[in-house]
């Protein structure tokens, strides 16, 4: 059974980096099965896609983080890895981490990240 | 940039069908997921390439596309049904994948 898990600091100063990392366990993430993304939810919101490795290894990222956006990947360690740059309060959210692959998804528990000085 | 529409919200009693629409310009090219969230939870894939569902996915939950418009129906609603639902797709070229605003589902 596939698991991930989400990991990384609660809390970040305003204009600062945002680093998540996401480790899979019980199966390959180089596998080419899976896309894998990074999602987050504001408290109250909705989901919001942020970005994605794709199965043919390529990323992906919303139009609207593109420019602060970068996911990339450590398949020594069978993770992948989330940074958003420059962030503000409205970063502020549940980071889900998650990979999807014809019937099968599988999410990480989500990590809330706090944007404060 | 790209946007599924949903409607906010939608009740329903125990029993009946629940429909759940989502609307979007590249829905007739690109393949519609839907997923179900439960308070506090993760979400769950409930349907995928628009009217595929998972095994460990109970036969009430069915999807359909009509051209723009794809939907999620539930029927025999029950209690633990009561949920926000989501669909996600891409845009018309598949660079990037968007949420619609979610659907929370009342079972009165």
């Known amino acids: 059974q596939v698991q991930l898990q989400e990991s990384g600091p609660g809390l970040v100063k305003p204009s600062q980096t945002l680093s998540l990392t996401c480790t899979v366990s019980?199966?390959?993430?180089?596998?080419?099965?899976?896309?894998w993304s990074w999602i987050r939810q504001p408290a109250g919101g909705g989901l919001e896609w942020i970005g994605r490795?794709?199965?043919?290894?390529?990323?992906n990222y919303s139009p609207s983080l593109k420019s602060r956006v970068t996911i990339s990947v450590d398949t020594s360690k069978n993770q992948f890895s989330l940074e958003l740059t420059s962030v503000t309060a409205a970063d502020t959210a549940v980071y889900y981490c998650a990979g999807r692959g014809g019937p099968f998804d599988y999410w990480g528990q989500g990590t809330l990240v706090t944007v404060s000085s | 940039s790209y946007e599924l529409t949903q409607p906010p919200s939608v009740s329903v009693s125990p029993g009946q069908t629940a429909r759940i629409t989502c609307s979007g310009d590249a829905l007739p090219k690109q393949y519609t997921y839907w997923y179900q969230q439960r308070s506090g939870q993760a979400p769950v894939m409930i349907i995928y390439?628009?009217?595929e569902r998972p095994s460990r996915i109970p036969e009430r939950f069915s999807g359909s596309n009509s051209g723009t418009t794809v939907t999620l129906t539930i029927s025999g609603v029950q209690a633990e049904d009561e949920a926000d639902y989501y669909c996600q797709s891409a845009d018309s070229t598949g660079s990037y994948e968007v949420f619609g605003g979610g659907t929370k589902l009342t079972v009165l």
């Open positions: 490795l794709s199965t043919s290894g390529n990323t």
């Open positions: 019980g199966g390959s993430i180089s596998n080419g099965r899976y896309s």
């Open positions: 390439k628009d009217t």
